[in-house]
């Protein structure tokens, strides 16, 4: 199993690009994650889906779009990217409520 | 609002020392907290509590659960250059939302 995998590893975009930031997981689990991780801020979450078909706003979803392709996949839209942006981004998923979260490598996304 | 508040923010220790970080959390429903280290990449793994399971023990590290006082402290003994990283609490609240509440992280350095 690879588990949780991100793409890209890394990003440069310029203020106002936009692109996707792509998570797969081969663990079969319903419910998955992006956060995004800035220094002294702790991990914050952009949007979760509880299962395949459903999606939810977290605690900083502004700039963002998400869609849960299906049950593996579950990708993150910037589509117009403003330096705020700059972060690094992490994707998760769990099988449901009370589990551990798996996390992907993380993304890290520099908007000039 | 729910809310999750570690600490201390960082604390430097020699090789040996014991410490004890703090992680308290305001939230509807508790459901579960958890324990991750991060070193360089993404977050790992540590413990799970539980309201039927608030004390967790692996090698040198252990955690508990006080419900009363809404907090948990993870506890390191004998610590190791290794051991040097941030460390996440996150709180899961209940009503089935499967979202998780992180907090800031307490970055902890060990030195030789």
């Known amino acids: 199993n690879a588990g949780v995998t991100q793409t890209p590893k890394f990003q440069v975009l310029k203020t106002g690009q936009s692109m996707t930031l792509q998570c797969a997981q081969d663990?079969?689990?319903?419910?998955m994650y992006w956060y995004r991780q800035d220094p002294g801020m702790g991990l914050r979450l952009i949007y979760y889906s509880a299962s395949e078909g459903t999606t939810d706003k977290g605690e900083v979803p502004n700039g963002y779009n998400v869609s849960r392709l299906n049950k593996r996949e579950f990708s993150l839209r910037l589509e117009s990217a403003a330096p705020s942006q700059t972060s690094v981004y992490f994707c998760?998923?769990?099988?449901?409520?009370?589990?551990?979260?798996?996390f992907g490598p993380g993304t890290r996304l520099t908007v000039t | 609002e729910d809310k999750v508040v570690q600490s201390p923010l960082s604390l430097v220790v020699h090789e040996g020392d014991t410490v004890t970080l703090n992680c308290s959390y305001e939230v509807t429903n508790f459901r579960s907290l958890l324990w991750y280290k991060q070193e360089k990449k993404a977050p790992t793994f540590l413990f799970m509590l539980t309201s039927s399971g608030i004390e967790k023990k692996s090698g040198r590290l252990s955690s508990i659960l006080d419900k009363k006082e809404l907090s948990s402290i993870l506890n390191i003994t004998a610590t190791q250059t290794g051991d040097s990283a941030i460390y996440l609490c996150a709180v899961e609240p209940g009503g089935g939302t499967y979202k998780y509440i992180f907090g800031t992280g307490t970055r902890l350095k060990v030195l030789a």
């Open positions: 998760a998923s769990t099988p449901g409520g009370s589990y551990e979260q798996y």
């Open positions: 663990m079969n689990h319903n419910s």
